[in-house]
């Protein structure tokens, strides 16, 4: 006989569909909106960049600075689709729990 045998809680199953009942909300209103915010920041930032290289093509270092602003915005646009696609994997399973 175990410690565990004793607790009577702790061989209960967890209830997956009360847990998707709440965070499903949570993930819905909260942290998508949040995600296409910042992706719509990133791309901002992307463009900025795009910008700068066109609009300073005499000047070298405005354009090496146009270069590694589309460097970062491309990396937040990589950062944000990967993490909604983590966030999408995680929701998907925890619905068909």
Same mark, same amino acid.
């Given at each position: 006989?175990? /410690?565990?045998?004793?607790?009577?809680?702790?061989? =209960?199953?967890?209830?997956?569909? =009360?847990? @998707?009942?709440?965070?499903?909300?949570?993930?819905?209103?909260?942290?998508?909106?949040?995600? =296409?915010?910042?992706?719509?920041? =990133?791309?901002?930032?992307?463009?900025?960049?795009? /910008?700068?290289?066109?609009?300073?093509?005499?000047?070298?270092?405005?354009?090496?600075?146009?270069?590694?602003?589309?460097?970062?915005?491309?990396?937040?646009?990589?950062?944000?689709?990967? @993490?909604?696609?983590?966030?999408?994997?995680?929701?998907?399973?925890?619905?068909?729990?």
């Amino acid at each position: 006989m175990s /410690l565990l045998d004793l607790i009577p809680q702790a061989h =209960a199953a967890v209830d997956m569909t =009360a847990f @998707a009942k709440v965070v499903d909300p949570i993930i819905s209103n909260i942290v998508y909106p949040l995600l =296409a915010l910042l992706f719509g920041v =990133a791309m901002l930032v992307f463009v900025w960049g795009v /910008l700068q290289i066109v609009l300073h093509s005499d000047n070298e270092d405005a354009r090496t600075k146009g270069k590694m602003t589309m460097t970062w915005g491309t990396v937040g646009i990589v950062i944000m689709v990967s @993490a909604w696609g983590i966030i999408y994997l995680v929701s998907n399973t925890i619905k068909n729990v």
